[in-house]
């Protein structure tokens, strides 16, 4: 086993997390996810010199219609943040006169491509999208069936995922928003902002009062396209009063970093993590730390910290990621530190403490759907011979290493059998996969939100696809295309047809209605009860829905 473990170690929590991109050609999609008829056979695709033109605060933008849906990307919410933007909140963008195309997708925000195709089937498997990459990143994209015609639709603000590091608004197939603006007659909107070192890197404690907000720039960037919603949807069709963020992976973490920020407050309504979240921030004495790490790894004084944006962002990121390296080091491994640049609990923009404590706080109206999968770290994709592991050594591995964190040690054993007794009917890898993806994380979040008074609606994804000879199990990313209608777009990650189609029936139809109320329950899914500490009720999303009462809590006692 030394090999397969050997292996195992190197791609565990590698595999389909949320870097992701989408087709850069159009993308076929249909109401039914299905194929056109003859008789509907005709043109599908408009664009032209008075065709797809909407209103926005900055000047008028032209897209175009593609199945009936409009589409617009690329519009600029805020300026260019290279040079004296670095660090700094982010600018409106400025007006412009003539009508402006936004038939492309904007640029990626600065992160480290090399490589990034590497793993083929990494990237097969989730078809990355990726193409240009700047400063002048402050791009959303626009789906809609109308624009100015008065009607207020629900808008959904897509936040993608990649941790705080990577990724971007389109970076997966099943990120696309014409099937669902299509089903439910909604506004659907993704958007890139700052990540990595440009988005957090924390100079307040060494720069002063100038960049006393560097270390949130990347969830101010969020914030400011939220205002940009706020200001301009109403001409794509869109109600700016009925607004649900939605994100996954790191984008589920960046949904409940929006949620508690108080420049957030009233501009969003509904809120939904997948596979991420978070009920705090990251401890500002060692974001502080990390920037005077950075600057002395630049080898510049605070009087020339300046300097550090006239740096190339491909320089000054791995500057930065050098720095981490050595802060960590000088850390110790028994700190506990995650260490890193991410969003900063500075008490002003983000607050320190645990998220949604105050029961009238911030967000304390706003309801929450959260939701994982049973396999997010699952590596037996490419792996066969973990199929075939047994208990003990699976008790083996977990002691080393489980998901993206450090191994359970002597612990392993105990958390193993605790799972195995839970789940009866599983095998040693999807028992060791399922300790690795547990739902610690997401109980947490719950239970801090249950406490105020919008409710907390629980699921846990488990459908899993008949590819790769059945390994790829409920893997991380796999539900998106789920709750967006999807299924026969993101085909690398479901296989298409009618059976992924029937479950994403029922949960972009809960998605839809949550969106308009602010509860899932709709007529073709079972009774979803509020989530409550006592019972721990949760959505089991699989080819048969149904309702358990926290199923994995005596496990993740264990932990």
Same mark, same amino acid.
Not at 273 to 296: F, M, R
């Given at each position: ?31 039914t ?38 589409? @617009? ?50 990237? @097969? ?59 439910g007659?909604?506004?659907?909107v ?39 919603v ?42 939904v ?49 050098r ?49 994982s ?15 075939h ?53 997401v ?10 008074p ?42 298409g ?11 972009s139809?809960?998605?839809?209605? @949550?969106?308009r ?13 509020? @989530? ?28």
């Amino acid at each position: 086993m030394k090999t397969n473990r050997r292996t195992f170690f190197q791609t565990l929590g590698a595999g389909t997390a949320g870097l992701g991109v989408a087709s850069t050609l159009p993308l076929a999609g249909c109401a039914t996810q299905g194929t056109a008829t003859a008789e509907d056979d005709g043109q599908v695709l408009f664009i032209g010199d008075e065709i797809a033109i909407a209103e926005t605060v900055y000047g008028k933008v032209k897209g175009f219609i593609l199945r009936g849906i409009y589409q @617009f990307r690329g519009i600029p919410y805020g300026a260019d943040t290279g040079g004296k933007n670095r660090f700094m909140p982010p600018q409106k963008p400025e007006p412009w006169d003539d009508i402006r195309p936004a038939v492309w997708w904007g640029n990626s925000a600065p992160q480290i491509m090399d490589n990034r195709y590497a793993n083929q089937y990494q990237s @097969f498997a989730d078809h990355w999208n990726y193409d240009d990459v700047s400063e002048d990143c402050l791009k959303l994209n626009v789906w809609t069936q109308a624009v100015g015609d008065g009607k207020k639709r629900p808008v959904l603000v897509w936040l993608h995922g990649g941790g705080y590091t990577n990724g971007n608004g389109i970076e997966q197939d099943g990120y696309m928003g014409e099937n669902l603006a299509r089903k439910g007659d909604i506004v659907f909107v993704s958007i890139n902002h700052r990540l990595g070192p440009i988005g957090f890197s924390d100079l307040s404690g060494v720069g002063g009062d100038k960049y006393k907000d560097s270390g949130n720039v990347g969830a101010l960037d969020m914030v400011a396209a939220l205002e940009w919603v706020k200001e301009n949807i109403a001409n794509f069709g869109g109600d700016p009063d009925d607004v649900t963020i939605m994100g996954q992976s790191g984008g589920g973490a960046k949904v409940c970093i929006l949620a508690a920020m108080p420049a957030a407050r009233g501009l969003i309504h509904r809120a939904v993590p997948l596979s991420g979240s978070t009920i705090q921030a990251q401890d500002q004495e060692n974001s502080q730390k990390l920037g005077e790490y950075v600057l002395k790894e630049a080898g510049l004084k605070p009087s020339e910290i300046d300097k550090l944006q006239d740096i190339p962002w491909k320089e000054y990121i791995l500057l930065a990621n050098r720095a981490n390296q050595k802060y960590m080091e000088d850390q110790g491994a028994g700190s506990g530190l995650r260490g890193g640049f991410s969003p900063v609990a500075d008490g002003v923009n983000i607050p320190k403490g645990v998220f949604f404590s105050e029961e009238n706080g911030t967000s304390s109206d706003v309801p929450m759907i959260i939701c994982s999968t049973f396999h997010e770290w699952g590596m037996a994709r490419t792996n066969p011979e973990l199929e075939h592991i047994t208990a003990d050594e699976a008790k083996e591995m977990l002691k080393e290493r489980a998901g993206f964190r450090g191994g359970l040690g002597d612990k392993a054993p105990e958390v193993y059998d605790a799972y195995a007794r839970a789940f009866p009917d599983k095998k040693p890898i999807e028992i060791m996969t399922m300790v690795a993806s547990n739902r610690k994380g997401v109980v947490e979040t719950a239970t801090a939100k249950s406490k105020q008074p919008a409710p907390v609606y629980v699921a846990w994804f488990g459908w899993e696809p008949p590819l790769f000879n059945n390994r790829m199990r409920a893997f991380h990313c796999i539900d998106i295309c789920f709750w967006f209608y999807n299924t026969d777009l993101m085909l690398t990650h479901t296989g298409g047809g009618a059976r992924p189609r029937a479950l994403s029936e029922k949960m972009s139809d809960a998605l839809l209605q @949550f969106m308009r109320t602010g509860d899932p329950n709709c007529t073709s899914m079972p009774e979803w009860p509020v @989530f409550t500490v006592e019972n721990g009720e949760v959505m089991i999303l699989n080819d048969k829905c149904e309702v358990q009462n926290d199923p994995d809590r005596e496990g993740r006692k264990m932990l």
